[in-house]
Every structure is written in structure tokens, then in C-alpha cells.
């Protein structure tokens, strides 16, 4: 490994560390998460619906640009910042970030927890908790460090890895713009309650992680067959979808006084109201599934069914939530 590898990874990681220790002495995390929120802000939606449009159609643009063999030929200047770039989507913010950490640390939400009227108990960065504390459910009820919108954003900060010794005032500004950009999103997401500010921090500073151990093999004269491409993108798309995990809650209203759910709720609690209220249903449903996949409750015969409506799923679980009239006396819940 060079001086620069060297130097790269001791002030990400030491950046990280101080951060991170503030963060804990000053409450840094919980202040914040309680003056940012605004759960009805525009810029924040606006930003957590559209803030990785830009990062999404760079990386078609450097996809396109390493499988045509021709244009790597004509602009090979930009070789290694297009297999930099894919690198680190792939293996930085992809499968670092939403596969591996999201899925080994457990951090609820702000909006999740105590601070901000949620159930859930407020924990730390690395979803480091008091040894006493419990959490219900705790496998599928963090998925707040680090913030995967952010380390999206910070993308944008990538080119600087490969450019700082060519272009040293053009990687400066790429620098700039990626952490300013990042920031941004960041704080999008922290008003929104959706991440802490030790999430974000980490967000951006995985990605510079990933660049710059990427850097250090992806030279400028450096080339990549179509073939290693392809398969490289099939088996960080499988792992992506195979091991991301996720939660969702459906709401469904239903006249039927039969209710099934597949999969097979664990955990059914029923709760009677008003005779002249319909049957409602609350279902969260648990388990693994590619990033953009989603699911959606149907209704057949008074059955409440979940239709993959786009993407893979795996070890599906639910737990559900019943309003019966209390005028029926029996239900059949299944």
C-alpha cells in the first residue's frame, strides 16, 4: 500500500473517530434529531425522493461508457474514474453500506425512538446501547446507520480520488461539491427524522473509504472487458437483493369477517371498535429483498394477500395489527 493509501485511510478514519466521540460527549446525536425535525418538510422529501437522480444517471452514463469498447478507446483519460465510480457504487455505497452495515447494526430511526415519540430506545452510533437495553423485535428495527441516501450523495466526491494528481484544482471543486452536496442530503434526511448526525458523517466517509481502496488498483492506464463488467454487476446486483433487508407496514380496510395473511403473521393482536367501523389491518411485514422492490396488499375473497409488485424476496415475515367491530363475535384471523 502507498503513502497515500496510507494517508487517506488515517484521516477518514481519525476524521470519523473525533466526530463520533463529540458527537457522544456533546449529545451531538439527540440535540439535533430533536431541534431538525419537520416531518412536513418539502425540501427534506423533496430531497429524499429525487436526491439520487443525478449520482443514478452518472452511473448509466460511466456503465454505457466502460461496456462500448470504442469510446474507452477515444477518451481513456476517463478510465479510471469510470471503474473508480462503479467500484465504489457497487462496493461503497452498495454493499457496504445498505447490505452490510444496515443489516449488522442496529440503530432505529430518530422518528423510531423515544426522542421524537416513537417506541423504539434511542441508541448510538454503531448501535452501541446500554447493556440492560432491550429492544423489541431488534433484528429488523434499525436500519439507520449509516444513511444510504447520503453515501449516494457523496458519490459525487469520487472523481477527486482519481484526479488529484492530474487535475489538482478540478479535484479540489469535485471534493467540494460531493461533501457539500452530501451534506445537504444529510440534513434533508435528519429533518426528516429519518438519520442521526453520526449517520450522516459515516455515510459520506464510507464511500471516501471505498474510493480510496479502490484507488489504489484502479489506475489510469487500467481497462475492464466487457465480460468482467457484466459480471461484475450481476453478482453485486444478486447480493444486493439477497441479503438487503427491509420492513414495511400496509394498511388495508377490509367488510370481510375473514382475514388471512400470507405470509403467516407470527403475531396477531385484535382490537374491537365500533360496530359501524370497518375491519382494518396494519401489517408489517419483515424479511430480505433487492432495494427497489416493493410489495403491496391485495384483497381476494376476504383474503389480504402481498403481491410482488416488483423485485425478489426471501424469509418473509409479518406481524399484524386487527380493528374487528365488536359486534362480531368470532373472526377467523389465519
Known amino acids: 500500500m502507498g503513502r497515500e493509501f496510507k494517508k487517506d485511510i488515517t484521516f477518514i478514519l481519525i476524521t470519523g473517530a473525533v466526530l463520533t466521540i463529540f458527537a457522544h460527549l456533546l449529545h ?13 418538510s418539502q425540501l427534506g422529501w423533496y430531497l429524499r ?15 454505457i461508457f466502460i461496456i462500448i469498447p470504442p469510446l474507452r478507446k477515444k477518451f481513456p483519460h476517463l478510465r479510471q474514474v469510470a471503474l473508480l465510480w462503479l467500484f465504489t457504487l457497487l462496493f461503497g455505497a452498495g454493499l457496504f453500506v445498505h447490505t452490510f452495515l444496515k443489516d449488522t447494526i442496529d440503530r432505529p430511526r430518530p422518528r423510531e425512538t423515544s426522542l ?31 444513511s444510504g441516501h447520503v453515501a449516494m450523495a457523496a458519490m459525487l466526491m469520487v ?10 484544482k478540478t479535484a479540489a471543486a469535485v471534493l467540494s461539491l460531493g461533501v457539500a452536496y452530501a451534506v445537504l442530503v444529510g440534513y434533508g434526511r435528519m429533518v426528516l ?17 471505498t474510493a480510496a481502496i479502490g484507488a489504489t488498483f484502479i489506475k489510469p492506464q487500467s481497462d475492464f472487458k466487457t465480460r468482467y463488467t457484466f459480471t461484475l454487476m450481476a453478482v453485486a446486483i444478486f447480493a444486493l437483493a439477497w441479503f438487503n433487508k427491509f420492513s414495511l407496514t400496509l394498511h388495508h380496510t377490509s367488510q370481510s369477517a375473514e382475514i388471512a395473511f400470507a405470509p403467516q403473521c407470527k403475531k396477531v393482536e385484535i382490537e374491537r371498535v365500533a360496530t359501524d367501523q370497518p375491519y382494518k389491518a396494519q401489517i408489517k411485514v419483515y424479511g430480505y429483498g433487492g432495494p427497489t422492490s416493493w410489495l403491496t396488499a391485495t384483497e381476494t375473497s376476504g383474503t389480504i394477500d402481498y403481491t410482488t409488485s416488483f423485485g425478489i424476496f426471501r424469509d ?15 373472526a377467523i384471523v389465519q
Not at 436526491?51 to 456503465?63: D, N
Open 28 to 40: 451531538i446525536d439527540a440535540q439535533l434529531a430533536a431541534e431538525l425535525f419537520m416531518p412536513e
Open 49 to 63: 425522493q429525487y436526491s439520487q437522480m443525478p449520482m443514478i444517471i452518472v452511473s448509466v452514463a460511466f456503465l
Open 116 to 146: 421524537l415519540g416513537g417506541s423504539q430506545q434511542y441508541t448510538g452510533a454503531f448501535g452501541i446501547a446500554p447493556h440492560q437495553q432491550q429492544h423489541a423485535h431488534a433484528e429488523f428495527s434499525g436500519k439507520s446507520f449509516p
Open 159 to 168: 472523481p477527486y480520488f482519481s484526479l488529484r494528481r492530474r487535475k489538482p
Open 193 to 209: 427524522g429519518a438519520h442521526f448526525f453520526t449517520d450522516v458523517v459515516w455515510g459520506i466517509l464510507c464511500v471516501a473509504l
Open 316 to 330: 418473509l415475515e409479518c406481524e399484524a395489527k386487527l380493528q374487528i367491530p365488536e359486534n362480531i363475535k368470532h
